[in-house]
């Protein structure tokens, strides 16, 4: 139909029968405890809908609750300690809450003389670095990078759009080392 309003829900759910995001699911299907899927964004993307334990946020900086909500949080935490069904995952939850928000208190840098330029897009995927080499194990970490919808001059747009991806991407390769060859990176779009 070439109708974005078509083709981006299809291609963040992956067909037109399914509900929820295809990443989503294949999150589900990895079954790590605790946040089984993360986007570095104001909402949770399509594509994520569906996963238990997802949670949007726009930087490692909004783990901090303050004081009372961490209270609140240790206080949930146990009412949920004895119960069977929802126990397990609760501590995992909790766990991995508590490892992100040691993440936000450290200082990250680089690896192997990797430079991040001074943008969100790679500012987000120096987070998901920190997340992958703090061996967080979330499954599966979404990152949006905007401004692909132009309908003049494709040759000289695309080509600036596609060196800003293509250098987010390399220095977020190698800042990963040899953690890369654990890490599947897919890019989508529907336009362009």
């Known amino acids: 139909t070439r109708s974005h309003f078509y083709a981006q829900p299809l291609l963040e759910r992956g067909s037109n029968e399914a509900v929820g995001g295809w990443v989503a699911r294949y999150a589900q299907a990895c079954g790590a405890g605790g946040i089984t899927a993360l986007a570095f964004a104001d909402a949770l993307p399509e594509s994520l809908r569906g996963a238990a334990a997802a949670t949007a946020l726009r930087s490692l900086d909004d783990l901090d609750p303050g004081p009372r909500v961490a209270a609140l949080g240790t206080r949930l935490a146990a009412l949920y300690d004895d119960d069977p069904l929802l126990g397990g995952p609760a501590r995992d939850t ?21 430079h ?77």
């Open 116 to 192: 991040y330029d001074d943008n969100d897009f790679a500012r987000d995927l120096a987070q998901t670095a920190h997340l992958i080499k703090a061996g967080l194990n979330v499954p599966a970490v979404c990152l949006d990078l905007d401004g692909w919808d132009s309908h003049a001059a494709q040759d000289q747009f695309l080509a600036s759009r596609l060196r800003f991806l293509g250098d987010g991407l390399a220095a977020f390769a190698r800042d990963l080392g040899p953690a890369l060859a654990q890490t599947s990176i897919v890019v989508y779009s529907e336009f362009g």
């Open 94 to 114: 909790r766990s991995a809450m508590v490892k992100l928000r040691e993440l936000h208190h450290s200082t990250y840098r680089a690896d192997h003389g990797a």
